[in-house]
């Protein structure tokens, strides 16, 4: 059975995308194959074969490599299963590729895990879907929450330790009474702190919080200076936010090596660098389809199998997408890279598989079974650089996984921990506005973005209307109450999914002049003028998500009431002191729906990162970690380094 339950361990020292997401999503679904179902049927053709004994974890060796043992748990009862039915497929008679460690993902945890695994001793082949590394953390902000008594923490003076941590994850930082203006009564958390998360995960967080940081140290990771609590602001208020660098600096403008200029490039490209420098091999282009276990849902995971994506092309362009390292000038070698273009690959794992390919946000009808609203006309922070696809939480499921902190995708999204899963768009008038990303020209995925859209919004200068023309929201709000009004059904929503539809924000010609933007940096498929109201009607009419035409009357009706209240109130949704009239030609429509930004549910894993079946028991040789699992409402690269550090490590032993 799992160990989830006992002592954690103790602190280790130590391709071109189909224009629709619903039609490439449905592809990748029906490509993804089924598991192995490999064992003989017993007496009475029923009985799988019994799981194999858990290894017992070897005690490590003091120093940063050093990793206390875990002890491996006994396998589970094999299922009772018949002999496969015709179409489900069985291992493999032989393999394209071995390696001790084959790697799902190449985002925030694959790479550590990658490089954890390594320095057991293990060959690794980490599997990419995309043309390059990197993942959704390659995108991100940079910001490495890690504290508990770091070296920079140490220098600067800042007391921490793995019990703040803990205090700051699972404590409440006071009770909030009945009655009290701006907050729901009850108790009242500190930022990623709350309720819905699992208690043993937060504590082997902060138990190894120091260990990540001295491994992403020695593996080529530099931060900046000062820390601050800019990203993490616990209830202690404890500086634990770093930036990553990359060239010497955490700013960098886009190009082959960064796709959007953000941070996260100084995380993944130094971790890129030494995994290749020490010889672990990458497949690119390669979208991982299935996982091999002994028998559906009994015996020890074997390998997977990968389909070629034909890589990635930018429209207008022939040729395919290349990985940095293979660009002129590159910082990272470009060696240990896989060549083929076989259709189909089957990669055998010696220890294990380790899942890590990002949670699924990017897939329409998984992110539909955790919240029924998010339909397919909200857009995902990290596109359309990478895309979380759930292949990995899928395959682990159809191998016996179970799903873990299902609430949590909608849980996190009240104010408790942040609201941060969801969010209000930084550029409007773009297909992706997700504010922490500015697509520019000198990104080698702009053709996919095609636009950056119109920023520094003040929202003084528009309304935003439903798919039927109407207000229905405060535009200045922002977090879960924004949001949540967003996404609710309206007068023009229709079945099956009842979607509210698009979000639209509406402006005229003076405010485009007071926000001083610049209308190229819109996307004409998300972005219309008129000369009046009518024209621009007709225009949001022909738009994709616009799945039941807005009539002119509406929106000018909209539009006459908000005017009356212009220098006086908003008796309708108390937008402070409305500002400024729309009645200057020509009339905007800019695409403005929420974007959706962290996924925080998913495959069930125990405080060494194995991952556990429906009983609770560890299925052999599969690990994970990420946002492919759930348990945590922290997001962002501090917990993957963690867990793809203890997950690395283990899955290297194969323990």
């Excluded at 043309?131 to 921490?160: C, K, P, R």
């Excluded at 490039?265 to 276990?293: C, D, W």
């Excluded at 070698?333 to 990669?347: D, K, L, R, S, Y």
Aim: overall charge negative; some cysteine; hydrophobic content about 35%.
């Amino acid at each position: 059975m799992s160990n989830r339950n006992q002592k954690p361990p103790e602190t280790m020292p130590e391709e071109t995308f189909a224009p629709s997401r619903r039609k490439f999503l449905t592809g990748g679904l029906a490509a993804a194959g089924l598991v192995a179902c490999a064992g003989k049927a017993g007496i009475n053709g029923l009985n799988g074969p019994e799981g194999a004994t858990g290894a017992t974890g070897a005690e490590g060796a003091t120093g940063i490599e050093g990793i206390t043992g875990v002890t491996g748990a006994t396998g589970a009862t094999g299922a009772n299963c018949t002999n496969p039915p015709n179409g489900l497929n069985t291992l493999p008679t032989t393999w394209d590729y071995t390696a001790d460690v084959v790697v799902i993902g190449s985002g925030a945890a694959g790479m550590v895990a990658a490089l954890a695994a390594q320095s057991k001793g293990a060959s690794v082949i980490v599997v990419e879907a995309n043309y390059d590394v990197g993942g959704h953390a390659i995108t991100s902000g940079g910001f490495v929450d890690l504290g508990g008594g770091t070296a920079d923490q140490i220098a600067e003076g800042i007391n921490d330790s793995p019990d703040l941590i803990f205090a700051d994850l699972c404590f409440p930082a006071s009770y909030v009474p009945a009655n009290t203006p701006g907050f729901f009564p009850g108790l009242k958390w500190g930022q990623y702190g709350g309720p819905y998360q699992d208690r043993a995960f937060c504590r082997t967080f902060a138990d190894n919080n120091v260990a990540a940081y001295n491994f992403l140290i020695k593996n080529g990771c530099t931060f900046s200076t000062p820390l601050t609590n800019s990203h993490w602001n616990g209830t202690s208020g404890t500086k634990r936010t770093r930036t990553a660098e990359w060239k010497g600096t955490t700013s960098n403008p886009a190009g082959a090596d960064s796709p959007c200029g953000n941070p996260g490039v100084g995380y993944i490209r130094p971790l890129e660098a030494t995994a290749r420098s020490k010889g672990i091999q990458f497949l690119l282009n390669y979208k991982m389809t299935t996982i091999y276990r002994d028998a559906v849902l009994s015996g020890t995971v074997r390998g997977v199998s990968a389909s070629y994506t034909n890589g990635r092309i930018v429209p207008g362009s022939s040729t395919p997408l290349q990985p940095y390292c293979a660009t002129a000038g590159s910082l990272v070698p470009n060696v240990g890279n896989i060549t083929t273009t076989q259709p189909i690959v089957n990669i055998k794992a010696n220890k294990g598989v380790f899942v890590s390919c990002g949670g699924a946000s990017s897939n329409l009808e998984l992110r539909k079974k955790f919240d029924m609203r998010m339909c397919d006309v909200y857009q995902v922070g990290g596109e359309p650089y990478s895309f979380q696809t759930g292949d990995g939480i899928l395959n682990a499921m159809k191998c016996g996984a179970a799903l873990y902190a299902t609430g949590n995708e909608t849980a996190g999204e009240v104010q408790v921990s942040g609201g941060f899963q969801i969010t209000k768009p930084g550029y409007i008038g773009s297909q992706y506005g997700y504010g922490s990303i500015d697509w520019t020209p000198t990104s080698p995925v702009f053709g996919f973005a095609r636009a950056s859209g119109l920023g520094g919004i003040n929202y003084q200068n528009l309304i935003q209307v439903n798919m039927a023309g109407q207000r229905f929201v405060d535009e200045t709000a922002t977090g879960y109450t924004w949001v949540d009004a967003c996404m609710q059904p309206n007068s023009a929503s229709v079945p099956p999914d009842w979607s509210a539809g698009p979000v639209w924000a509406i402006f005229d010609s003076a405010a485009v002049t007071r926000q001083n933007w610049n209308l190229a940096n819109t996307d004409p498929e998300f972005f219309y003028s008129g000369s009046t109201i009518a024209e621009l009607v007709a225009q949001i009419n022909t738009h994709q998500y616009q799945i039941t035409p807005m009539t002119a009357a509406a929106l000018s009706a909209t539009i006459s009431r908000y005017n009356s209240f212009v220098g006086t109130t908003d008796t309708d949704f108390g937008k402070p002191s409305p500002q400024y009239a729309i009645n200057a030609p020509p009339y905007y429509a800019a695409f403005s729906c929420p974007t959706i930004h962290d996924w925080l549910t998913g495959i069930n894993i125990d405080s060494g990162a194995h991952v556990l079946d429906l009983d609770g028991a560890i299925i052999p040789g599969l690990y994970a970690a990420g946002e492919d699992v759930g348990g945590m409402l922290m997001h962002g690269l501090a917990k993957c380094a963690v867990f793809g550090m203890i997950g690395g490590y283990n899955a290297g032993e194969g323990v």
